[in-house]
């Protein structure tokens, strides 16, 4: 693989390969399974696969969430050499290589932006959009990979695609999980022991309340996954919220709910000082 630092030369070296279809990952780095699982994908499918590492500061609404942000690259490098073809590019730009004016773009995503991570983190999806934006018109990828467990961000993402007539297609893969539930992020390394001893609860619990929707309505569920994670100690669920799968309006009742419709219960917890996202698809059958 070749490592890029520069936007020109990440541009003229995709050039030079002339290899169709291009697949993209991004990545803010700290990677692990899940994000591999997309570079696996993406080697599957296309014939050259660009990979960006890149921590953007524009999507951070907590400095402090910024700052603490685990950073590794040469660790991995080092994961990437292993799934990596020769001609594969990892793009790790600087801050005046994505940024070299001020992006003061503002992108309006209607309710897709403004519930759940939206609600509570003002602006990041704003700041997702340009750095995604930038990182497309910079490699002109065929596809672009995300995972799943971001699943608002998937949302935002393929409608900035439609606002903005890029070509590139999105595909969405499925969340990587810990052995014992937890889904995978670049976060988790930053929990304590017993903090990620009991974070498992958070999937178990979604696992529990997708079956619950047959018999039990909405604000029943929603007690229960509440009550459920708090009373071990240490968690807060921030929202939990059972949103339709296209446009993420969240159901506030079982009677507004379509039989073999899939619609998906998004959670957000705090462990400790540090925020975990997931998500489950539910049917009513």
């Not at 960006?52 to 969430?65: E, G, H, L, T, W």
Request: hydrophobic residues 40%.
């Amino acid at each position: 693989m070749k490592v890029i630092r520069s936007a020109d030369e990440l541009k003229a070296q995709i050039k030079r390969e002339a290899l169709f279809p291009v697949g993209f990952v991004p990545t803010m780095g700290a990677l692990h399974e899940g994000h591999l699982s997309l570079v696996r994908i993406a080697a599957k499918e296309c014939s050259l696969v660009v990979v960006s590492i890149y921590v953007n500061p524009a999507q951070f609404n907590n400095k402090d969430d910024l700052k603490n942000y685990p950073r590794s690259l040469e660790a991995d490098l080092s994961m990437l050499g292993k799934v990596l073809a020769k001609n594969d590019i990892v793009f790790t730009p600087d801050d005046k290589e994505i940024y070299p004016v001020e992006d003061k773009r503002v992108f309006n995503f209607g309710n897709l932006g403004n519930v759940m991570e939206g609600l509570y983190r003002q602006g990041h999806f704003n700041g997702v959009a340009q750095v995604v934006s930038r990182l497309f018109e910079i490699a002109e990828p065929d596809l672009a990979y995300f995972g799943l467990k971001d699943l608002q961000q998937v949302a935002i993402i393929k409608e900035m695609v439609r606002q903005k007539g890029y070509k590139v297609r999105i595909v969405a893969a499925p969340i990587i999980r810990e052995n014992d539930g937890l889904a995978m992020s670049s976060r988790n390394r930053l929990l304590t022991q017993e903090l990620r001893n009991k974070a498992p609860v958070i999937y178990n619990t979604l696992s529990v309340a997708a079956s619950m929707i047959q018999n039990c309505d909405i604000p029943e569920i929603k007690n229960y996954v509440v009550r459920t994670i708090e009373k071990t100690g240490g968690l807060s669920v921030e929202y939990f919220e059972i949103v339709d799968d296209k446009y993420l309006h969240p159901v506030n009742a079982k009677s507004e709910m379509k039989k073999r419709k899939s619609y998906f219960g998004c959670i957000a917890v705090w462990a400790g000082k540090i925020r975990l996202i997931d998500n489950i698809e539910l049917q009513l059958v």
